[in-house]
Protein backbone atom coordinates (compact mmCIF):
# COMPACT_ATOMS: atom_id res chain seq x y z
CA UNK A 1 0.00 0.00 0.00
CA UNK A 2 1.35 3.52 -1.03
CA UNK A 3 1.23 5.98 1.58
CA UNK A 4 -0.35 9.38 0.00
CA UNK A 5 -0.23 12.89 1.60
CA UNK A 6 -2.80 15.20 1.16
CA UNK A 7 -0.25 18.08 -0.06
CA UNK A 8 2.09 15.13 -2.35
CA UNK A 9 0.99 12.21 -3.72
CA UNK A 10 3.48 9.41 -4.62
CA UNK A 11 2.37 6.68 -6.88
CA UNK A 12 4.32 3.43 -7.93
CA UNK A 13 8.10 3.73 -9.49
CA UNK A 14 8.75 6.67 -7.52
CA UNK A 15 6.97 9.03 -10.09
CA UNK A 16 4.81 11.96 -8.70
CA UNK A 17 1.26 12.50 -9.40
CA UNK A 18 -2.18 12.36 -8.31
CA UNK A 19 -4.36 9.17 -8.66
CA UNK A 20 -7.62 9.47 -9.83
CA UNK A 21 -10.09 6.46 -8.52
CA UNK A 22 -12.20 5.11 -10.55
CA UNK A 23 -15.67 4.69 -9.74
CA UNK A 24 -18.30 2.10 -10.56
CA UNK A 25 -22.06 1.99 -10.03
CA UNK A 26 -23.76 -0.99 -7.93
CA UNK A 27 -23.62 -3.34 -10.86
CA UNK A 28 -19.99 -2.57 -11.73
CA UNK A 29 -20.62 -0.19 -14.82
CA UNK A 30 -17.85 2.08 -14.97
CA UNK A 31 -18.88 5.58 -14.24
CA UNK A 32 -16.56 8.45 -13.55
CA UNK A 33 -13.07 9.77 -12.57
CA UNK A 34 -12.82 11.03 -8.99
CA UNK A 35 -10.22 12.44 -6.92
CA UNK A 36 -8.64 10.57 -3.94
CA UNK A 37 -10.56 13.60 -1.88
CA UNK A 38 -13.95 12.68 -3.06
CA UNK A 39 -12.90 9.11 -2.98
CA UNK A 40 -12.49 9.88 0.93
CA UNK A 41 -15.90 11.27 1.11
CA UNK A 42 -17.36 8.37 0.11
CA UNK A 43 -15.83 6.33 2.41
CA UNK A 44 -16.29 8.51 5.00
CA UNK A 45 -20.11 8.61 3.98
CA UNK A 46 -20.54 4.78 3.92
CA UNK A 47 -20.98 5.16 0.30
CA UNK A 48 -18.87 2.70 -0.52
CA UNK A 49 -20.51 -0.97 -1.55
CA UNK A 50 -17.29 -2.61 -2.81
CA UNK A 51 -13.87 -2.03 -4.16
CA UNK A 52 -10.98 -3.72 -6.22
CA UNK A 53 -7.42 -2.99 -7.55
CA UNK A 54 -4.08 -3.96 -7.41
CA UNK A 55 -3.46 -0.50 -6.23
CA UNK A 56 -4.41 0.80 -2.99
CA UNK A 57 -3.82 4.22 -1.22
CA UNK A 58 -3.61 4.95 2.70
CA UNK A 59 -4.17 9.26 2.71
CA UNK A 60 -2.52 10.53 6.03
CA UNK A 61 -4.60 13.59 7.81
CA UNK A 62 -3.77 15.68 10.30
CA UNK A 63 -2.20 14.57 13.82
CA UNK A 64 -4.02 14.03 17.33
CA UNK A 65 -2.87 16.52 20.27
CA UNK A 66 -4.05 14.03 22.51
CA UNK A 67 -2.68 10.45 20.80
CA UNK A 68 0.16 11.88 18.49
CA UNK A 69 -1.07 9.56 15.90
CA UNK A 70 -2.27 10.38 12.66
CA UNK A 71 -5.51 10.08 11.12
CA UNK A 72 -5.35 8.36 7.87
CA UNK A 73 -8.01 6.57 5.29
CA UNK A 74 -7.46 3.56 2.92
CA UNK A 75 -9.21 2.87 -0.71
CA UNK A 76 -8.25 1.03 -3.54
CA UNK A 77 -8.10 2.30 -6.94
CA UNK A 78 -11.47 0.73 -8.17
CA UNK A 79 -14.74 1.55 -6.04
CA UNK A 80 -18.43 0.86 -6.12
CA UNK A 81 -20.68 3.73 -5.16
CA UNK A 82 -23.85 2.94 -3.54
CA UNK A 83 -27.18 3.92 -5.34
CA UNK A 84 -29.22 3.40 -7.97
CA UNK A 85 -27.35 1.83 -10.32
CA UNK A 86 -26.67 3.44 -13.90
CA UNK A 87 -29.24 3.00 -16.26
CA UNK A 88 -27.88 0.80 -19.78
CA UNK A 89 -28.35 3.73 -21.87
CA UNK A 90 -26.08 6.01 -20.34
CA UNK A 91 -23.05 3.82 -20.81
CA UNK A 92 -24.02 4.49 -24.82
CA UNK A 93 -24.25 8.34 -24.17
CA UNK A 94 -21.84 10.27 -26.65
CA UNK A 95 -18.87 11.72 -24.53
CA UNK A 96 -17.62 15.11 -25.33
CA UNK A 97 -15.36 15.58 -28.39
CA UNK A 98 -12.04 17.42 -27.60
CA UNK A 99 -8.98 17.29 -29.60
CA UNK A 100 -6.86 15.29 -26.87
CA UNK A 101 -9.80 12.52 -27.00
CA UNK A 102 -9.59 12.45 -30.31
CA UNK A 103 -6.10 11.92 -30.91
CA UNK A 104 -5.76 9.13 -28.18
CA UNK A 105 -8.58 7.61 -30.00
CA UNK A 106 -6.95 7.37 -33.35
CA UNK A 107 -3.78 6.91 -32.07
CA UNK A 108 -2.08 10.19 -32.91
CA UNK A 109 -2.20 8.86 -36.22
CA UNK A 110 -3.08 10.46 -39.13
CA UNK A 111 -6.22 9.13 -41.20
CA UNK A 112 -4.54 10.16 -44.20
CA UNK A 113 -0.70 9.52 -44.34
CA UNK A 114 -0.83 7.17 -41.63
CA UNK A 115 1.79 9.34 -40.06
CA UNK A 116 2.30 8.60 -36.03
CA UNK A 117 2.98 12.38 -34.24
CA UNK A 118 2.59 14.44 -31.26
CA UNK A 119 -0.38 16.20 -30.72
CA UNK A 120 0.69 19.55 -31.09
CA UNK A 121 1.29 18.79 -34.54
CA UNK A 122 -2.28 16.91 -35.37
CA UNK A 123 -5.40 18.74 -35.92
CA UNK A 124 -8.78 17.90 -36.30
CA UNK A 125 -10.13 16.52 -39.57
CA UNK A 126 -13.93 16.69 -40.46
CA UNK A 127 -14.26 13.89 -43.06
CA UNK A 128 -17.11 16.12 -44.72
CA UNK A 129 -15.94 19.74 -44.71
CA UNK A 130 -18.01 22.19 -42.18
CA UNK A 131 -18.62 24.11 -45.19
CA UNK A 132 -20.17 21.87 -46.80
CA UNK A 133 -23.01 20.67 -44.27
CA UNK A 134 -20.91 18.11 -41.72
CA UNK A 135 -20.78 18.28 -38.37
CA UNK A 136 -18.20 18.43 -35.49
CA UNK A 137 -19.11 14.93 -34.15
CA UNK A 138 -17.33 11.97 -33.60
CA UNK A 139 -18.45 9.93 -36.61
CA UNK A 140 -17.36 12.90 -39.06
CA UNK A 141 -13.82 13.64 -37.74
CA UNK A 142 -10.49 12.12 -37.66
CA UNK A 143 -6.85 12.60 -36.27
CA UNK A 144 -5.00 14.93 -39.62
CA UNK A 145 -1.42 15.72 -39.91
CA UNK A 146 -1.29 19.84 -40.74
CA UNK A 147 0.15 18.99 -44.25
CA UNK A 148 -2.19 16.65 -45.16
CA UNK A 149 -5.10 18.92 -43.56
CA UNK A 150 -4.29 21.70 -45.84
CA UNK A 151 -4.10 19.53 -49.06
CA UNK A 152 -7.42 18.15 -48.35
CA UNK A 153 -8.71 21.62 -47.78
CA UNK A 154 -12.35 21.46 -47.74
CA UNK A 155 -12.92 18.68 -50.40
CA UNK A 156 -14.31 15.27 -49.34
CA UNK A 157 -11.16 12.51 -49.20
CA UNK A 158 -12.55 11.37 -52.46
CA UNK A 159 -12.57 14.35 -54.24
CA UNK A 160 -8.86 15.15 -52.66
CA UNK A 161 -8.44 11.59 -53.94
CA UNK A 162 -6.91 10.65 -50.12
CA UNK A 163 -8.68 7.87 -49.21
CA UNK A 164 -9.19 7.10 -45.07
CA UNK A 165 -7.13 4.66 -43.51
CA UNK A 166 -9.52 3.72 -40.56
CA UNK A 167 -12.75 4.84 -40.23
CA UNK A 168 -14.16 7.15 -36.81
CA UNK A 169 -16.43 5.68 -34.66
CA UNK A 170 -17.73 7.67 -31.06
CA UNK A 171 -16.49 5.68 -28.07
CA UNK A 172 -18.22 4.33 -25.19
CA UNK A 173 -18.04 5.13 -21.84
CA UNK A 174 -15.25 2.79 -20.81
CA UNK A 175 -12.93 4.10 -23.60
CA UNK A 176 -13.78 7.46 -23.10
CA UNK A 177 -12.54 6.62 -19.47
CA UNK A 178 -9.45 5.74 -20.82
CA UNK A 179 -9.11 8.75 -23.47
CA UNK A 180 -9.22 11.06 -20.62
CA UNK A 181 -7.13 10.19 -18.28
CA UNK A 182 -3.65 9.75 -19.34
CA UNK A 183 -2.42 8.38 -15.55
CA UNK A 184 -4.71 5.56 -15.27
CA UNK A 185 -3.14 2.54 -13.56
CA UNK A 186 -2.62 -0.86 -14.62
CA UNK A 187 -5.66 -2.45 -12.85
CA UNK A 188 -8.09 0.58 -13.51
CA UNK A 189 -6.66 0.15 -17.43
CA UNK A 190 -7.71 -4.02 -17.39
CA UNK A 191 -11.10 -2.69 -15.81
CA UNK A 192 -11.96 -0.50 -18.29
CA UNK A 193 -10.29 -2.92 -21.44
CA UNK A 194 -13.30 -5.93 -20.61
CA UNK A 195 -16.13 -3.33 -21.68
CA UNK A 196 -14.04 -1.75 -24.90
CA UNK A 197 -16.25 -1.96 -28.22
CA UNK A 198 -14.92 -4.57 -30.43
CA UNK A 199 -13.58 -1.74 -32.88
CA UNK A 200 -11.76 0.29 -30.11
CA UNK A 201 -8.30 1.34 -30.87
CA UNK A 202 -6.96 1.81 -27.69
CA UNK A 203 -6.86 -1.84 -26.85
CA UNK A 204 -2.90 -1.37 -26.77
CA UNK A 205 -2.47 2.23 -25.99
CA UNK A 206 -0.14 2.69 -23.78
CA UNK A 207 -1.80 4.87 -20.57
Not at 51 to 58: L, P, Q, T, V, W
Not at 115 to 124: E, I, K, V
Not at 142 to 166: F, I, S, W
Request: aromatic fraction near 6%.
Amino acid sequence: MHAVDVSDVLIGRGRSRRPWILTLDINGRPHRWVSWQAACTYHARGMVAWSIGDEAFRILGGTSRITGQRSSMSSQSIIAIKGRALRPASFRQVPPLSNRELFRRDRHTCAYCGTTLPGAQLTRDHVEPVSRGGRDVWMNVVTACRHCNQKKDNKRPEQAGMALLYAPYVPNKAEFLILSNRNILADQMDFLLQHLPSQSRVRDLDA
